[in-house]
């Protein structure tokens, strides 16, 4: 497809773990990324994996490449309540990035 | 370090009133700049970006504008504003010299047209 997918929601209970999961379009793309919105706020990166790892892992997150699928996955261990934000995925495609319309993820006590 | 500043926070214009918003970028030199437009509950659209003064590319025509009269500054302009217009407008910057390309975003402008 030409667009990067995400599904649109996601609830979690705290203290669970959450998996965010996209699906990108070009398997050439050298970085992938996933980016948290907070309401009323600017995007901030939370991290980027480069195409020729698998995993990342950055505290309480990890990041999961398939490059074969053109799926990516974010998981968040022990959710917790400020872990509620949009989280949007994006890919480097040709010079541009190219985001996903975002999964909102509400954490629920 | 690098910060990116965009003002006003947020703005209420009635239709076919002009528009200036800014964005500048303090820390780094020369960086490539995007404004990106977010609809209520959607992705981010990009509108505009530069690789430096006075280049503008634009990826959707509209009735909006962009200008870079410094390195460190980007301004998205529009003379008439459509009902349309409203939603929430990004800047960001990118440039590292680690080759990752991440962009960073500034705090947002929600602009609504009356």
């Known amino acids: 497809g030409e667009d990067v997918e995400q599904s649109l929601f996601l609830s979690v209970r705290e203290g669970d773990s959450s998996v965010i999961n996209c699906t990108y379009t070009?398997?050439?793309?050298?970085?992938l990324y996933w980016y948290k919105q907070e309401p009323g706020a600017g995007l901030q990166l939370l991290t980027y994996i480069f195409s020729n790892m698998d995993m990342k892992q950055d505290q309480r997150l990890t990041v999961l490449l398939n490059k074969k699928d053109k799926h990516l996955s974010l998981r968040i261990a022990d959710t917790q309540t400020g872990d509620s934000a949009i989280y949007f995925c994006?890919?480097?495609?040709?010079?541009?990035?190219?985001f996903g319309a975002g999964t909102r993820l509400t954490v629920k006590p | 370090s690098q910060t990116i500043h965009q003002w006003p926070a947020t703005l209420v214009q009635p239709v076919g009133s002009p528009l200036s918003l800014e964005c500048t970028v303090e820390?780094?030199?020369?960086?490539?700049l995007y404004w990106y437009r977010q609809a209520a509950g959607r992705g981010l659209q990009l509108l505009f970006y530069s690789v430096g003064i006075g280049q503008i590319s634009s990826e959707v025509p509209q009735n909006l504008s962009a200008s870079r009269p410094q390195d460190r500054q980007f301004i998205l302009s529009s003379k008439k504003l459509l009902l349309s217009d409203s939603g929430f407008y990004l800047c960001a910057w990118s440039g590292g010299t680690g080759g990752s390309y991440e962009q960073y975003f500034g705090p947002g402008t929600r602009l609504t047209v009356t």
């Open positions: 820390g780094t030199s020369n960086p490539n």
């Open positions: 994006a890919e480097m495609r040709g010079g541009d990035m190219r």
């Open positions: 070009d398997s050439s793309s050298t970085y």
